[in-house]
């Protein structure tokens, strides 16, 4: 039996080992903007933002909640695999919450982890098997991203070996999370096919979103800013900065830019506006901090 003092320590020491990765992720946000400072003009950069197009930009604004929604009925499906029956509109505020988490309280419990924890109380849902579905969620919208990035990068990079390269390393990703699902989480399986497909319509919307900032910015479309929006999704993944992946973000846009001759500043820019427009999309989790997104027990059976 572990003791009350050693309960304390322990706590302590979690608490701390959360403040030394809240402090590094400062540190690397801050490392981050200032490298970006010392190649684009932030001014220039603001004053661009402040010239966007309203009405392409609510558009676009439009098109990311959409990917939003569609994430939370492909969260839904794994938790109907487990027996976990949420209403859809509950288990958008309940994704609404973790979003807003995940933006905005970065140093304290994440949002995928908080939503285990509501389930948990709320519903006695096991943590192996919440966690599980959360895990396989997050998984499942990689594979879609990582899809649509070897889609795109056939076409903006010019080199076969590559184009070849990406497309067996989409066949092989497509397999072995597959093969990862039906060995170590039965349970999901049904779910495979279904969250795959929705995944990629998550990430078109969110394509489709950037096509709308290039607009609002009167940039000419290419196949290029997609292809660094893109991979600065797959760094934003990364837990290293604050505010899901900012700053980071912002690095892989503006040298991304660079690599493909393009200009660095625009590319700042395109990242920011799509940042403010993750901000106000996940502020509907404002509310559900203050309001149980889960007020009314409904029907569960795991």
Same mark, same amino acid.
């Given at each position: 039996? &572990? ?7 322990? &706590? ?203 607009? /609002? ?64 999309? /996940? ?20």
């Amino acid at each position: 039996m &572990q003791t009350e003092s050693e309960a304390g320590i322990e &706590q302590k020491e979690s608490m701390a080992r959360k403040g030394i990765k809240l402090l590094i992720k400062i540190i690397i946000t801050i490392v981050c903007f200032w490298y970006i400072s010392t190649k684009i003009d932030f001014t220039a950069a603001l004053q661009a933002i402040t010239k966007a197009n309203f009405i392409y930009l609510t558009i676009a604004l439009l098109f990311f909640i959409l990917s939003k929604v569609i994430s939370s009925y492909r969260l839904n499906i794994y938790f109907r695999n487990i027996g976990l029956q949420l209403s859809e509109w509950t288990n958008m505020k309940l994704y609404w919450l973790g979003m807003f988490y995940n933006l905005f309280l970065p140093g304290a419990i994440s949002g995928d982890a908080y939503k285990v924890v509501l389930l948990n109380r709320k519903y006695k849902s096991p943590y192996k098997k919440t966690s599980a579905a959360v895990l396989l969620d997050r998984l499942s919208g990689v594979l879609a991203l990582g899809v649509i990035l070897s889609v795109y990068g056939i076409f903006v990079i010019d080199e076969t070996t590559y184009d070849v390269l990406l497309a067996i390393g989409t066949v092989i990703a497509i397999v072995a999370l597959y093969f990862l699902v039906k060995v170590l989480f039965k349970d999901f399986l049904p779910g495979f096919a279904p969250t795959f497909f929705w995944g990629l319509a998550v990430q078109a919307s969110q394509v489709v979103c950037i096509y709308f900032i290039l607009l /609002s910015l009167k940039i000419p479309i290419n196949h290029e800013w997609i292809f660094i929006f893109l991979a600065s999704a797959v760094i934003s993944i990364l837990p290293l900065s604050l505010g899901g992946g900012l700053g980071t973000r912002e690095v892989v846009f503006a040298e991304g830019a660079r690599f493909f001759h393009l200009d660095p500043q625009t590319g700042v820019v395109i990242s920011l506006l799509f940042y403010l427009l993750t901000v106000i999309g /996940s502020l509907p989790g404002l509310y559900f901090n203050f309001h149980d997104p889960m007020l009314q027990k409904e029907n569960t059976e795991i």
